[in-house]
């Protein structure tokens, strides 16, 4: 298992709280908690060693598309594909966003 800290500038504030996945069924799972200011804070939990490129890598690839929001992003990961792990946390940004 490997534990994963990263902080990256929020470029747009949310408000909320959304789940999407369940780390049960094999992939993963993200909680996503609205916050002020101007900073995404991730911490992920994964069982997959020697990761923390590719989740960097991927955070990126989001905040350049759509811009990531303030807040708190907590993943419980179980081996998801990258596009899982994509999908997961388009998921809960979307969900707060139409709350």
Same mark, same amino acid.
């Given at each position: 298992?490997?534990?994963?800290?990263?902080?990256?500038?929020?470029?747009?504030?949310?408000?909320?709280?959304?789940?999407?996945?369940?780390?049960?069924?094999?992939?993963?799972?993200?909680?996503?908690? *609205? $916050?002020? +200011?101007?900073?995404?804070?991730?911490?992920?939990?994964?069982?997959?060693?020697? !990761?923390? =490129?590719?989740?960097?890598?991927?955070?990126?690839?989001?905040?350049?598309?759509?811009?990531?929001?303030?807040?708190?992003?907590?993943?419980?990961?179980?081996? *998801? $594909?990258? +596009?899982?792990?994509?999908?997961?946390?388009?998921?809960?940004?979307?969900?707060? !966003?139409? =709350?």
């Amino acid at each position: 298992m490997e534990h994963i800290t990263l902080s990256i500038p929020a470029g747009r504030l949310l408000s909320g709280r959304a789940l999407a996945g369940v780390v049960g069924s094999g992939d993963m799972e993200v909680l996503y908690t *609205a $916050t002020e +200011g101007d900073t995404l804070r991730i911490e992920i939990t994964t069982s997959l060693d020697n !990761s923390e =490129a590719r989740w960097k890598a991927l955070f990126d690839r989001l905040n350049l598309i759509n811009g990531l929001p303030a807040g708190e992003l907590v993943i419980h990961d179980f081996g *998801a $594909t990258p +596009g899982v792990a994509r999908i997961r946390i388009e998921q809960v940004f979307e969900e707060v !966003s139409h =709350a």
